[in-house]
Every structure is written in structure tokens, then in C-alpha cells.
């Protein structure tokens, strides 16, 4: 009898739980308003003054490529305490543009804030090295019913005269301030900032190769 009753209350305690998670997650985005709700990464931080030479003085930068999921507006979370194989959105939240889109524009964005003069592949010339980068991870993730913070792992990899360079991951996890989607919003912004930092202190290490 008690075996049964333990099951029981362990049953009942994990459908709280998740209950509790889904909550949190997917209503508290309308907890203040009715309507849907739009966000992106907000203004870059303003660079502090140079310290030192840019990175690379010239740098061709590719769009970010990824998962077809991350090329719509969808945000996704997931409960990695208690369901992690299942990706799910929020109901009414979106991001204003594609991840994709958006991590593209905010890396140009501190690439050229150190210095760097960045072109688009369209203005490239020969010679010139260039920047790939690919999106394995961009999600709010939740540690439990009352943790979560925003993931993303970036691949970028630098080319020169069609040879690889170097390559290097990015995995950038940062605290969200709130459970819900506006926390796991501004949780992947500063998640995207610190992997731009790391990104442009990674490019100062290279030389590129004599063609």
C-alpha cells in the first residue's frame, strides 16, 4: 500500500511540476497584456574606446545559417529538468525578425564597432578572408520550474583564398532575470554579445596566410 502511494504522490508531483513549468513559460509572456508580444536585441552596447588595433581591417561576413526553425520568428524554450528532447514556442511571443537575421546583423554590428570595415559577400573581392558562421543552439532553456537562462552555440569558422584558417565554437549561456519570454529575450541578446566579444578576441589571435 504505502509502494502505491508513493508512486502516487510522485506522479502528482511531477505533473505539478510540469504544469508549473508550462505556467510559467507559456502564459507568463501575456501575464501583462493581452496581445501578442514582438522583441529583438535592442540597441548593441556602445563599445568601449579602442585599446588596441582592429581584429582584421577588412572582413567579408556571410549570413548566419542554422536549422530551418531558427529561420521564423518563433521563440523557442524548452524544460530541460523534465522533458529535454522537445523544443516548444511561445503561444504569444515572437522574435521582430529571424534569429538567424538577428544574430547575423548584431555580430556585423560589434565587428565593426572594433574597427573592422565589413562587407557583405556581394562586395567582396579575391583574396579577401571571410567569415561563415552556422547556429547549432538558440534556445531559453529552463534548469528547473524557478531557473532558466538563454543558450547559443555558434560555429564560426574564417576562410582565406578558399582555405580554412581556423574554427572555433561559441557556446555562451547567460541567466535569464525573469521566467518568461521577455527574460529569455534579453538572456540570448547578451548571449549573442558575449559571443561577439569572444569572436572578435578569437580574429586578433589569427594571421592570416601570405597569398
Request: charged share 15%.
Amino acid at each position: 500500500m504505502n509502494h502505491t502511494m508513493n508512486q502516487t504522490f510522485r506522479r502528482l508531483m511531477l505533473a505539478a511540476a510540469l504544469g508549473t513549468a508550462a505556467l510559467l513559460a507559456g502564459c507568463s509572456s501575456t501575464s501583462k497584456n493581452l496581445g501578442n508580444s514582438t522583441y529583438d536585441f535592442g540597441a548593441a552596447p556602445v563599445a568601449a574606446p579602442a585599446q588596441a588595433a582592429a581584429p582584421m581591417g577588412v572582413l567579408v561576413v556571410t549570413d548566419v545559417t542554422g536549422v530551418a526553425a531558427l529561420d521564423s520568428e518563433r521563440m523557442f524554450y524548452r524544460l530541460a529538468y523534465a522533458d529535454p528532447l522537445r523544443a516548444r514556442s511561445y503561444s504569444n511571443s515572437r522574435w521582430a525578425n529571424t534569429p538567424l537575421s538577428m544574430v547575423t546583423q548584431r555580430i556585423k554590428s560589434r565587428l565593426s564597432q572594433s574597427g573592422v570595415k565589413v562587407l557583405a559577400t556581394t562586395d567582396a573581392s579575391v583574396g579577401m578572408p571571410i567569415l561563415r558562421m552556422e547556429i547549432d543552439d538558440f534556445t531559453h532553456t529552463f534548469d528547473s520550474a524557478s531557473q532558466s537562462y538563454g543558450q547559443l552555440v555558434l560555429r564560426a569558422s574564417l576562410f582565406h583564398g578558399h582555405k580554412l584558417v581556423d574554427q572555433r565554437v561559441f557556446n555562451q549561456k547567460t541567466s535569464a532575470a525573469t521566467l518568461d519570454a521577455a527574460g529569455g529575450a534579453r538572456a540570448l541578446a547578451d548571449s549573442t554579445d558575449a559571443a561577439a566579444a569572444g569572436m572578435i578576441a578569437w580574429l586578433a589571435t589569427l594571421q592570416l596566410p601570405k597569398q
